[in-house]
């Protein structure tokens, strides 16, 4: 067995018994079957409410079903910097932080407007509900479970489920480029190309429907994606990539790293 074979294990019987996984500084794990949808949606604006359960857009490997007010790259930001405040001890330990400061460690600016952002982000979070469905498992999950907030100084709870989420697999983000990312479909692009294989072309309608950004024009999303595949290759994120089809599908090429 590999190191990073034996590190993965290790990491995933941590996830089982409750604990969020330490990794790397510059990294922060999370569950693959959550990346490879529409339910932390690229696009920005107005937002569903889903006060039902609905199945959402999803790589052919997974299903994903959602209730609560839709959730977008903001708020995979929020909850990828509780997680790697938490990480090495139970999921359901508390966290206190300055709001302001919190900002500032997710790569957003040290203002009112930020805490207001993250401030809507924690509610959505606490409110949504998820079903993940996969070859290997099913499986029901909440984010946050509980938040206080009090001038200054606010408590979040992870919910226990984000422990259990992370035992099924673990996809390593690399913290920088994700909190840096400006552009919803390029931070959505970089942790569904951490999450997949990439081992075949995908179609531009599929990762248009996949990503959330069902409001561009097919030619205009196109556009979009070639630019932000673009930045991801020039950050070295991605070997490279190729159109085919005349257009209508994409292959990535992964790092070997």
Known sequence: MSENTEKLKREL????????????????????????????????????VYFEETELASHPTVKVFFTGEALQQDDLRVLLALIKLRE????????????????????????????????????????ARVRVQTMKFEGLYSFVSDVEFAPGKWRV?????????????????????????????????????????????????????????????????????RKQLTTLQDQGVIAEFEMLAGGEKVQIYKTTQ
């Open 157 to 225: 709870w992870l919910s226990e489920r984000v422990a259990d989420v992370l035992a099924q697999n673990i996809t390593y983000i690399n913290k920088e480029a994700r909190f840096t990312a400006t552009d919803g479909l390029q931070s959505w692009l970089y942790t569904f190309v951490r999450a997949d294989a990439c081992f075949t072309a995908f179609k531009v309608e599929d990762l248009q429907a996949w990503s959330g950004m069902t409001t561009y024009v097919r030619k205009e999303f196109a556009r979009h994606l």
């Open 13 to 48: 019987e941590d996830a089982a018994s409750g604990f969020v996984p330490k990794t790397a500084s510059h990294t922060v794990p999370f569950a693959p079957a959550l990346l490879k949808s529409s339910l932390f949606s690229a696009a920005k604006g107005e937002r569903a």
């Open 88 to 127: 090495g001890s139970l999921a359901t330990r508390a966290m206190s932080f300055a709001p302001r400061e919190f900002c500032v460690l997710m790569g957003r600016a040290d203002s009112s407007t930020s805490v207001k952002s993250m401030r809507e982000s924690l509610v959505r979070l606490q409110r």
